[in-house]
């Protein structure tokens, strides 16, 4: 795949094939880290996903949404170079250090594993950058503690601490919020923003979430065997390959509007945008709904969008 590698795909470490073709690159270069030039991957005489055509740039979020089987894991795949496309070209640069999230991790949960051990499963890390990543994700708290016994948002932390260790420059994350509620939704995607703008990274999301999601990102990809569009959040929430793909979820969509001025942390600590940090939300405070579902805004309506 590329130079320094760790990902999983399915739970399972990867032991992939070279790039078809890497370009080399001089540091701090905001050249894309992978482009797609029109591929597409055949099988069986049927076409998996074709006609897909993107770059994903330093410091981009770019997120891949459409219905299963709508071609979004083999549009990654072959992104990273794991699948060989059927016809048109991928470039990654030669330069690419690759953080995985996978959609599925199948733990042994009687073998016992902290933290701490889970990110140097594939290899040792240097012990800062083990603090630095568990700081990142928001548990170093937790680095003693057993994976089995980590919650839905915190599970999440410590694969995305994992991915972030060796400092990729494209992090990829497959559905990174299952099992997690509505509010550890919202802060995983504001985590993923903080990873982005700490560690100067692209990302490449994979996602079926329509809400949160559109908000979270810069670059919309509608996938549906082929590209059916793509563009900024609101101008893909307003093309009519869009709202036929999602009907009636698609009419009432808007994007959350993250406005709150503090962030809750994973030990149930509040940040404020002072930077101090308190058991609880300040009374000034802008707040979203916290027992409610995400503000929407009608994608017509461009005042309110705005």
Known sequence: MCNDITCEIQGDILSTQPPSIQIKHPMNDMSPLVNLQNVGLESADHWLVRGVTFSVLPGQIVTLIGPNGSGKSTTAKIALGITQPSQGIA??????????????????????????????????????????????????????????????????????????????????????????????????????????????????????????????????????????????????AETPEYKQLFGGRAAGLAFYLHQHDHIHLADGSVMHSDGSVTNDCHPEDGHHDHAGPPKTIQPQDKTDAG
């Open 91 to 236: 470039h990654r640069r030669d330069d690419l250090r690759v953080g995985y999230v996978p959609q599925k991790l199948n733990i042994d949960w009687t073998f016992p594993l902290t933290v701490e051990r889970f990110i140097h499963l594939t290899g040792r890390i240097d012990a800062d950058a083990v603090h630095d990543a568990l700081s990142l994700t928001g548990i170093p708290h937790l680095s003693g503690h057993e994976m089995s016994t980590l919650s839905g948002g915190e599970f999440q932390r410590a694969l995305m601490a994992r991915a972030i260790a060796r400092k990729p420059n494209l992090l990829v994350l497959d559905e990174p919020v299952q099992g997690v509620d509505f509010n550890g939704e919202i802060e995983l995607y504001n985590l993923i923003g903080s990873i982005r703008d700490e560690l100067k990274c692209g990302v490449l999301l994979i996602s079926h979430d329509l809400h949160l999601v559109m908000a979270a990102t810069d670059l919309v990809i509608c996938l549906n065997g082929h590209m059916c569009c793509q563009g900024s959040p609101t101008a893909v």
